[in-house]
């Protein structure tokens, strides 16, 4: 009776979840194995569509730079936000005053859409039009004016603080539910044991978000190597041409887009999920490795 | 009763959601309606106007135009093609853009079905047509040109005129660019643009047709001088363009340009009207760039290539019907109205734009035309060749490669899937 019941209860979650997330995620690995005519499956390709992504010019060396702006975009995003967001998560926990506020704040942008973000700064940084380089002349600065977008040295760099702009909001909240869930005796002690502020918050508090820090470099970790919709508003994508000023923001999701929907190839299908296999993977395993090193860190702690 | 109203309601709307429109008669009884997909929902209304003629005269047939948006268009349309519920006429893309739906045996040929299609060039034609078997899968129906825009009240501001010599053209734009005037508004970052403005400054250094024609054949191959050359073009010209070409997308130069802070602008006939949508003002006139140095012509060469056809799809239930539609859109009462309601150049012979600076690219399309070679030629096998250029140009206007290094990735991306028909 009772197995019968639980049945019941899960069946109806995990139909959702096989018809939804399994189906998809098994249908785009089959896909991957197989060629494509447009929406006709040809043939069997076996490992053909993964080795057209190594060896097909020039893709394989849009993948090479994608994967290292990926990368550079993640630890970008990764040290602006636990650096920032833990500052301001610091400071908003030692205020009376405002906390709320702030807090709501900070998280507003988290609440807009990526694609929304990118459109907005779009038009802020816009070379000719826009305010950002029309306040910098008027405050002098004219000589530091750029298109900021437009310029292969900036490009990326602007990309990593509008991300880390918009999702800062999320590590404050995560890191302020952590600092206050730190019980108040463990500070006391030091104190009385003679800490300073600062070899308080090194040796109790940064201890203590572990945890914190750790979901949340996984969870920039699985945004950035999947983050699409910030650059390609900002920066458009056409054809499978890389995205940004020579390539310069080009991510791996981009590529998947380009080659899946744009590029126009007849195996479109067969690559596309070839890429979005091996990201998957790749997303997957470090996702997993990661969590099980905070795990393990956090185990050594209690 | 009640159940069966239900499910006859489930199925009523089963169907709407299939987009089926294409078998349902009417209870006039024998009048058949035709689904026709298009990538233009702005031109909505304007279709409207234009089947609503065609609906007069042939009475039992209904014309449904449903556009869908341009950027998700092939991709629903792949779909609607294999199953229940497609057009039965649709707008197709061209040359390399076609051949995936041609190959998976989607579309209906046309020879000898459409009589019409004698009303077209030979060189039309060859937009819609099955690279493999050679046969012609849609009526052509409009053909772009690209050219150099230039601001008449700019230029009479600072007494110029539209140049005639390579030598004047830079002069001009020295002069243009000592008064803080930009002298051509060209975007880096939509990069499609970028193939079209090499081919706009480069092709008579190139040769146009002639290299096509060589180039095809396999007598050259991108790495030769005369293209590497042209590429370089490009490069040469760079102090007269934006120097934050790189940030600037199309609507923004079109600003630039369409606000008198830009004096000229390599544009397609497309650009036109959102332009004067910018300025209903604007005094425009259009040229094309004189022979550049070293050119192998000695005249200027317009750029031109088909947009789009019109097709069949093997499917439809309606194939009578749809074949009247495809007669009537290759006749010259059909053309008009894609010249004077679209805006578009239409490419039925002897039709003629009623805007005058559209019928003057018309005339010297048809006097000294030059293909977009990478869209027209190289979009067959990917890489395409207009991605392959587009990045390389990108980088040599960002210094990061120079035009030799361009033209042998260009040949090295193309290579990979191309062969020259020998010789």
Redesign the interface.
């Known amino acids: 009776m009772r197995w019968r019941t639980a049945i019941a209860f899960v069946l109806p979650a995990f139909a959702l979840y096989s018809v939804f997330i399994v189906y998809p995620l098994v249908s785009a690995l089959a896909d991957s194995f197989w060629s494509w005519e447009g929406t006709a499956r040809t043939g069997f390709a076996g490992l053909d569509n993964f080795r057209s992504l190594f060896t097909q010019f020039p893709l394989n060396h849009q993948l090479r730079a994608a994967f290292w702006h990926t990368v550079l975009f993640f630890v970008g995003t990764m040290i602006v936000q636990n650096t920032f967001g833990l500052l301001i998560a610091v400071l908003l926990h030692e205020r009376k005053f405002g906390k709320r506020f702030l807090q709501a704040a900070y998280a507003l942008p988290y609440l807009i859409g990526a694609l929304v973000v990118g459109y907005l700064w779009n038009l802020l940084l816009s070379p000719e039009f826009g305010p950002v380089n029309k306040a910098m002349s008027d405050v002098g600065l004219g000589s530091l004016t750029r298109a900021w977008l437009g310029d292969p040295s900036t490009a990326l760099p602007v990309v990593i603080l509008i991300n880390a702009w918009h999702y800062i909001g999320f590590p404050i909240l995560l890191f302020g539910a952590a600092l206050a869930g730190q019980p108040q005796e463990f500070g006391d002690a030091s104190r009385v044991d003679g800490a300073n502020a600062w070899q308080r918050f090194r040796l109790i508090t940064l201890p203590l978000l572990l945890p914190a820090i750790g979901l949340v470099s996984i969870l920039t970790f699985i945004s950035c190597f999947n983050a699409f919709e910030l650059v390609y508003a900002l920066s458009g994508s056409q054809g499978n041409q890389p995205t940004g000023p020579g390539g310069a923001t080009d991510l791996l999701g981009l590529i998947f887009y380009r080659v899946a929907f744009q590029e126009g190839g007849e195996n479109a299908i067969g690559q596309s999920s070839a890429i979005a296999v091996l990201m998957f993977l790749l997303i997957f395993g470090v996702a997993v490795l990661a969590n099980w090193y905070f795990r393990r860190r956090e185990a050594l702690l209690t | 009763m009640r159940t069966r109203r239900l499910l006859a309601m489930v199925a009523a709307s089963a169907l709407a959601v299939a987009g089926i429109s294409a078998c349902t008669s009417s209870s006039g009884g024998s009048k058949v309606t035709l689904s026709v997909w298009s990538w233009r929902p702005e031109d909505a209304a304007t279709y409207k106007q234009m089947f609503a003629s065609f609906e007069k005269s042939h009475k039992n047939i209904n014309v449904e135009f449903k556009p869908y948006k341009a950027t998700d268009y092939?991709?629903i349309l792949?779909?609607g093609l294999?199953q229940a519920g497609g057009p039965d006429v649709m707008q197709l893309r061209s040359y390399?853009?076609l051949?995936?739906?041609i190959?998976?045996g989607r579309l209906a040929a046309l020879d000898g079905k459409v009589s019409g299609l004698s009303n077209f060039d030979p060189s039309a034609l060859e937009g819609a047509k099955g690279k493999q078997d050679g046969k012609v899968y849609g009526v052509p129906l409009e053909m772009s040109t690209f050219q150099i825009y230039y601001n008449k009240d700019v230029f009479s501001k600072y007494g110029l005129q539209a140049p005639t010599t390579w030598d004047q053209m830079i002069t001009d734009a020295k002069k243009l660019k000592d008064n803080g005037v930009t002298p051509f508004a060209t975007s880096?970052?939509?990069?499609?643009l970028l193939p079209l403005y090499d081919d706009a400054f480069g092709a008579t250094r190139y040769g146009g047709p002639e290299f096509e024609k060589k180039v095809l054949s396999g007598q050259v191959d991108f790495t030769d001088p005369a293209y590497t050359a042209a590429l370089d073009v490009l490069g040469q010209l760079k102090p007269y363009f934006?120097?934050?070409?790189?940030?600037?997308?199309e609507t923004?130069v079109q600003?630039?340009f369409a606000t008198g802070?830009a004096a000229m602008i390599p544009e397609g006939s497309f650009a036109l009207a959102p332009m004067k949508a910018i300025n209903p003002n604007l005094n425009l006139g259009a040229f094309n760039a004189p022979p550049a140095p070293g050119a192998t012509v000695d005249h200027p060469l317009e750029v031109g290539w088909v947009d789009a056809s019109f097709g069949m799809n093997v499917k439809s239930k309606h194939q009578k019907e749809a074949l009247e539609l495809l007669n009537w859109m290759a006749t010259s009462e059909f053309g008009q109205m894609v010249a004077d309601d679209l805006k578009q150049v239409s490419l039925v012979k002897g039709v003629q734009s009623s805007d005058e600076l559209l019928k003057q690219m018309v005339t010297d399309y048809r006097a000294n035309p030059t293909p977009y070679m990478m869209l027209v030629d190289f979009?067959y096998?990917?890489?395409?060749g207009?991605?392959?250029a587009?990045?390389g140009l990108?980088?040599m206007l960002?210094g990061?490669q120079n035009a030799q290094a361009v033209s042998s990735?260009i040949q090295?991306?193309i290579s990979?899937w191309f062969k020259p028909t020998g010789g």
């Open positions: 092939n991709t792949s779909t294999t390399g853009g051949q995936p739906l190959k998976a880096g970052k939509d990069t499609w934006p120097k934050d070409m790189m940030g600037l997308g923004d600003t630039l802070k979009r096998g990917t890489p395409l207009s991605d392959l587009a990045t990108q980088n960002l990061k990735d090295k991306g990979q």
